[in-house]
């Protein structure tokens, strides 16, 4: 009995270590971010993470829609969580665009060059649209970017990220990392 619940227990820390281990910073707040499983409900994941349900609602206002296997949570980090020796710091900073804003204020507020910021989102112009998502660099874009080596490609109804991971010949994970 003592054996399957220490069993157990270590379990639970193991998964509760994994599912930290993603973060993503948007609009310069730090998220965990958490893929539902079949069967899971918005409170036993609040409880995993140990924040409230509202918090989690108001990051993903999504949600009152329903949860959907699959879909990717942002879950609030806790201010005594933040930053620390064990924080990556990410490549990107996702950015949401608000009216007024341009490149030039954003380079400025983040510390990094509007080439860089053109070169990361493949932007032809200076010119933002209201509610546009942008990846901002957390270092400098080296001079030259081998736009070569994507590929764009327009999402059809009925297609997954399996298929096109799969037709493509690359990971989920990649397409995912390229794809904010």
Do not use: C
Request: charged share 25%; net charge positive; no cysteine.
């Amino acid at each position: 009995m003592l054996i399957g619940f220490v069993r157990q227990a270590v379990a639970r820390a193991a998964e509760a270590d994994s599912i930290k281990d993603e973060r993503i910073v948007v609009n310069q707040r730090e998220y965990w971010v958490h893929t539902v499983e079949k069967g899971e409900t918005l409170y036993a994941i609040s409880r995993r993470y140990g924040i409230s349900l509202t918090e989690i609602a108001t990051a993903n206002p999504d949600i009152y829609y329903g949860l959907k296997k699959g879909a990717k949570l942002r879950i609030p980090i806790p201010p005594s969580q933040r930053g620390g020796q064990n924080t990556v710091k990410p490549e990107f900073v996702v950015h949401i665009v608000e009216p007024g804003e341009n490149l030039f204020q954003l380079s400025r507020q983040y510390g990094i060059s509007v080439r860089s910021i053109r070169l990361a989102n493949r932007l032809r112009s200076d010119t933002l649209r209201v509610h546009e998502t942008l990846r901002i660099p957390t270092q400098e874009l080296p001079n030259t970017a081998d736009t070569s080596q994507f590929i764009v490609h327009v999402v059809v109804k009925g297609e997954s990220l399996f298929g096109l991971a799969k037709s493509y010949g690359v990971g989920q994970d990649d397409i995912l990392r390229l794809n904010p």
